[in-house]
């Protein structure tokens, strides 16, 4: 009887530490849900440590494991405004807010890379005064996010298309990335005016031109080469594991379309500024249940 006793006040101290530590560290709401979530999250990837150690073969594409390069498509925040009855930026406002507390969970899990699609080539469709807003907001958050970016030894890049953009945005863009391009171990990039399709082009005439002044032989161009041309060299790890799109739509919509070939697409029917952590827990033992094969048999 007493030794029963034992083993339950155990497992109850053992199951309040995990609740201590994921309120504290992640600040998710503290219940018995997100605990085990976490606990999840945790025992896949002890799992594939013992059996990377003792040799198991084929451990890494058996179980999964935690990207270094997490994708997220921002979507949602327009309808997340109309809910509740408010105007498209405050929805842009709660977009933004709950970019920066992401940002920080990711990291906190071991993410090595976060890459957002925050305005695509065809955003530029958009009303004009919602294209201003959004311009001024990417602005607003270099502004205010550059301190803890500095504090956390943050990386900062932004990808795109850089003709279009504001030039009081463009000194803002070049300020951050100056200021943190010597970090290397967390990494945010930023898609501002980014198609994929425009950046596959651009590397194809990037090495046409270096072909053309004969810097390279045609015969030299293969896949290692292309993705040095790609946007995505400023990152060490381009191609994501992970691409999370939220609201429930189901497409890339011209997001990394060379660096997705193998990606695991995750397609979550929650906003994007409802897309907390639970949800982030959720969608990584997702991935980690996932076996990836990239095209062999296991």
Known sequence: MVSLLSVVLTFLALFLISGLFISRRLKVPLSSKNILRFIKVAAYDDAEERNEKGGATGAKEKRGRMPKHVAVILDGNRRWAEKRGLGTSEGHEAGARRLAENAKDCFAMGINTISLFAFSTENWARPEDEVNYLMALFAKYLKNEMPNLRRDKIKISVIGNREKI??????????????????????????????????????????AEKAK????????????????????????????????????????????????????????????????????????????????RFGRRI
């Open 213 to 292: 002044k004969g810097l390279i032989q045609v015969e030299d161009i293969d896949e290692t080469t292309m993705e040095k041309e790609l946007m995505t060299k400023c990152c060490e790890f381009p191609n994501p594991d992970l691409m999370i799109r939220t609201s429930g739509e189901q497409r890339i919509s011209n997001f990394f379309l060379w660096q997705s070939a193998y990606t695991e697409l995750y397609f979550p029917n929650v906003l994007w500024p409802d897309f907390g952590e639970a949800e982030y827990l959720e969608a990584l033992t997702w991935y980690q249940q996932r076996q990836r």
């Open 166 to 207: 504001p030039e009081s945005l463009l000194g803002l863009i070049r300020e951050a990335e100056e200021a943190t391009k010597s970090y290397i171990r967390k990494q945010i990039i930023i898609a501002i005016d980014y198609s994929g399709r425009f950046d596959i082009l651009q590397a194809c005439k990037s090495l």
